[in-house]
C-alpha cells in the first residue's frame, strides 16, 4: 500500500488549505483512514480519523469545529479540510491506515505518506 500526501503549503492566519492523500495498492474501504502532524521539534500528534464505515470522525480538541477529515473510498482518496488556520497549526501533516477500528495513536497505523507542509504565517 502506497500514500501520497499533497496540498500542504503556505497560508496567513485565518486561512484555510485542503489536504489530499491518494492511496495506491489496495481499496480504501478496508482500513480504517487518519491524519497526524508533527510540528517543528515535538512528537508526531493526532489530528483527526474516519473509521472504515464512515463512522463517525474523531478529531483532535486543537482542531475540533476547524478542520474535517472526509473520505472517498470510489476515488480511493482522503482529505483534510482545515479552515480557521493558527500559527500552531504549522506542523508537516501526514495521511495513514491501518487495518481495523479506530484508533489515535501513531504507533497503531500500519502504513504512512510520505507528508506534507504546512506552514501558517503572515
Known amino acids: 500500500v502506497q500514500l501520497q500526501a499533497s496540498g500542504g503549503g503556505l497560508v496567513q492566519p485565518g486561512g484555510s488549505l485542503r489536504l489530499s492523500c491518494t492511496v495506491s495498492g489496495r481499496s480504501l474501504s478496508a482500513y480504517t483512514v487518519g491524519w497526524f502532524r508533527q510540528p517543528p521539534g515535538k512528537e508526531r500528534e493526532f489530528v483527526a480519523v474516519i473509521g472504515r464505515y464512515l463512522s463517525s470522525p474523531i478529531d483532535a480538541d486543537s482542531v475540533k469545529g476547524r478542520f474535517t477529515i472526509s473520505r472517498d473510498n470510489a476515488m480511493n482518496m482522503m482529505y483534510l479540510q482545515m479552515n480557521s488556520l493558527k500559527p500552531e497549526d504549522t506542523a508537516v501533516y501526514y495521511c495513514?491506515?491501518?487495518?481495523?477500528?479506530?484508533?489515535?495513536?501513531?504507533?497503531?497505523?500500519?502504513?504512512w505518506g510520505q507528508g506534507t507542509l504546512v506552514t501558517v504565517s503572515s
Open positions: 495513514a491506515l491501518r487495518e481495523g477500528s479506530v484508533r489515535v495513536g501513531p504507533v497503531e497505523y500500519h502504513y
